[in-house]
């Protein structure tokens, strides 16, 4: 009989050195501010144990930047329940609906922000809570709880921040740059396999789908690299433009793939041909200042042919004219933001000497509707949870509130809270067990903080590896904050079950309204409406862009990618339906760049018949982007090829070639449009619409 192998979980099975070293930093920061804490006689040494592993993240720069905002929201939190308490402790319901409304207030806040800075707001709201619930118990105790806390979660901070720093320290500045280099390589490849021809749409498709991803999640790595690299906050403008930069590539690359692969064989021209070869054997593992030198030369040639080009007058194969130049307008501008790229590249890591170079800021979606429901289910959840407590007189009732409190704020960021919560009840069930082992069985029977050490020691570095797994990290976060808050750790510790089990159920009653919360009160999105959402929110966002402002393009680039981001994790790659949703979405991205690009066109100087018919365009793009009329949308195709007909008869009188340049850009861009118009009108009637997305081709789409 052959005995059945027991396989270790993935997160064990799979951790290399990084989260090896992670996780015993981690733990010897945590042991560091438990005793330190203990040693002080800090009335909840928990606080600081908790801390440290909330705050703990694998980067120097990432930990700095989350502690920094956690103390700030937690002082901002504790403030705001010493005043609560001391105005208004004598009526509590009037004290309860101001913290109700401060923690809707502070999660509206939070939905609206990104990263550290959304953390800090669902701090401020939640830390209320964990010093004002129990402070109204004892009015007299309110600012010594406060100060308690504050000191508890500074310690924790202080601890995890040096040990982050001293103790197997990882740059964010470094992996930054590493993480630059390798999206700027995974940019030149994807630029000279598409002049190559080897990239088909659904390949092209889940290229620029990890770029986009990886793209975004380096712009949020951007803030933390600021925090622990004094060069990459020097030059902050030069990050910013290089992020900008090769988003914008991902857009540009889209034309010169369509043209390779529909038009190139049958509108042959050799020069371009040979243009294209040269693209296609660009190396990206060559020096900075060879890949500037080959990038510069390549788009001098793609300048110098098109203009030969557009010397010669129109033939009567027009197609053919205007496909050419479609592929050489967009190969320059590909080499161009590919050498404006590497260039920055080069002065981020000392290759190049910096210059000074517009950056710009960038936007990203907000969701005011979304926001403001947040806020609401947070306080009427909270609200909901008090009256429960004074009807039932429950002992368990601070905690409950507490928890209610918590999970509300700190989940209702995410774009699927209930998937979210899941890994965190898992983690909050594993702890309950683990809680009730150790304080009724194991410590008991133990002295001294060594021996504390040695029993802890197996459970937080095994939970430390789940926390450095992405598949396992919110398990592995719940276990590490509710294990001690059951255990209760204090300088004199009672070991007996009554607490425990309170606790137990407090922790139990509050996640359960919490998801009872998330359930009823505005629940998240399936699959169908997240799909929907996306659409919306493109068409939205271009039908309402102030194109009269002129907003730089990386604004618009983006604020679009940004959202396009949020949904992917979401989209079944195996599902054509999300391909086509995708496809929708890039096609969207590509549609609001062209109306920035006619209008910018419009400045630059194009007869005057051409500038107002090109902003009359613009102008019932976005009108039809915004109401969601079939008739309408479609009827732009058609608007859209009569104005490319006067751009076609106005060029042969232009009056230099400056005009003519400009002519025959706003005409491929304008077959771009109607090419867009065309292949995506289920998407953008989806968006604009009150219809459920059906794919590409429905919603009455031709």
Not at 395 to 418: E, K, N, Y
Not at 493 to 521: E, H, K, R, T, Y
Request: one cysteine or more.
């Amino acid at each position: 009989m052959v005995a059945a192998t027991v396989r270790p979980p993935a997160f064990l099975r799979e951790a290399g050195r990084r989260q090896w070293q992670f996780t015993f930093r981690t733990f010897s920061a945590g042991m560091l501010a438990l005793y330190i804490a203990l040693a002080l006689g800090l009335d909840e040494p928990k606080w600081a144990l908790m801390t440290v592993y909330i705050v703990a993240q694998p980067l120097g720069g990432m930990v700095l930047a989350k502690g920094i905002y956690r103390l700030l929201g937690t002082l901002t939190g504790a403030a705001m329940a010493v005043l609560l308490v001391a105005t208004l402790a004598q009526l509590h319901t009037l004290f309860f609906l101001a913290l109700a409304v401060w923690l809707g207030l502070c999660t509206l806040c939070a939905s609206l922000l990104r990263n550290f800075r959304s953390y800090a707001f669902v701090l401020a709201g939640y830390s209320a809570l964990i010093v004002g619930v129990p402070a109204v118990l004892q009015p007299d105790q309110a600012f010594t709880m406060a100060v308690a806390r504050v000191t508890e979660i500074g310690l924790g901070i202080l601890c995890v921040s040096l040990m982050s720093v001293l103790v197997w320290p990882q740059s964010a500045g470094r992996t930054y740059l590493q993480q630059s280099r390798e999206q700027l390589v995974a940019l030149i490849r994807l630029v000279s396999d598409s002049a190559a021809g080897q990239l088909d749409g659904p390949a092209l498709q889940r290229r620029r789908q990890a770029l986009i991803t990886s793209g975004m999640a380096l712009e949020a790595q951007r803030e933390h690299a600021l925090f622990d690299s004094a060069h990459l906050r020097r030059h902050a403008g030069l990050c910013r433009r290089l992020g900008h930069e090769m988003l914008a590539l991902i857009s540009s690359v889209g034309p010169l793939n369509t043209y390779v692969n529909r038009y190139a064989e049958r509108h042959h021209q050799d020069q371009v041909t040979l243009l294209l070869a040269d693209i296609a054997t660009l190396d990206p593992e060559a020096s900075p200042a060879a890949l500037r030198e080959t990038l510069s030369a390549l788009y001098q040639r793609a300048r110098d042919l098109a203009r030969s080009l557009r010397g010669e007058r129109l033939s009567d194969d027009e197609q053919r004219f205007y496909a050419l130049q479609l592929a050489l307008e967009h190969s320059a501008e590909l080499c161009d933001r590919l050498r404006s790229s590497v260039a920055l590249y080069a002065m981020l890591t000392d290759q190049a000497t910096p210059v000074r170079w517009r950056a710009g800021t960038s936007r990203l979606h907000l969701d005011y509707g979304q926001a403001w429901r947040n806020g609401a289910r947070a306080a009427l959840a909270l609200a909901a949870t008090v009256v429960l407590w004074f009807w039932s007189a429950a002992p368990q009732g601070s905690a409950m509130v507490i928890q209610v409190g918590v999970i509300c704020a700190l989940f209702s960021t995410r774009d699927d809270p209930l998937a979210a919560v899941k890994g965190f009840i898992k983690g909050a069930l594993l702890a309950t067990v683990l809680a009730a082992l150790y304080r009724l069985v194991l410590l008991p029977a133990s002295d001294g903080f060594v021996a504390l050490v040695l029993w802890l020691a197996p459970l937080y570095l095994l939970a430390g590896l789940a926390m450095a797994r992405p598949a396992t990290v919110a398990t592995g976060t719940a276990l590490t904050i509710f294990f001690p808050l059951l255990l209760d750790l204090r300088p004199v510790q009672d070991f007996s079950a009554a607490p425990l089990f309170n606790n137990i159920i407090g922790l139990g009653l509050g996640m359960g309204f919490a998801v009872l919360a998330f359930l009823l009160l505005w629940p998240g999105d399936d699959a169908a409406r997240a799909r929907r959402r996306l659409c919306r929110d493109l068409c939205r966002t271009l039908g309402r862009w102030p194109i009269r402002r002129r907003r730089p393009r990386h604004e618009m680039e983006s604020l679009l990618y940004d959202r396009i981001s949020r949904t992917l994790p979401r989209l079944d790659p195996d599902d054509p339906r999300d391909g086509e949703l995708l496809q929708g979405a890039l096609a969207a991205v590509t549609l609001g760049l062209g109306l920035l690009y006619m209008d910018a066109l419009c400045r630059r100087g194009v007869p005057a018949p051409v500038r107002l018919a090109l902003t009359r365009l613009i102008r019932d793009t976005q009108r039809a982007l915004r109401d969601g009329d079939p008739d309408r949308w479609l009827a732009l195709a058609a608007s859209a090829d009569t104005v490319a007909g006067q751009c076609r008869r106005a060029y042969d009188s232009a009056a230099s070639d400056g005009e003519r340049r400009r002519l025959v850009r706003a005409v491929v861009r304008l077959r771009m449009q109607i090419n867009i118009i065309r292949g995506n009108a289920g998407f953008f009637l989806c968006g604009s619409g009150d219809g459920a997305w059906r794919g590409l081709e429905a919603n009455g789409a031709a």
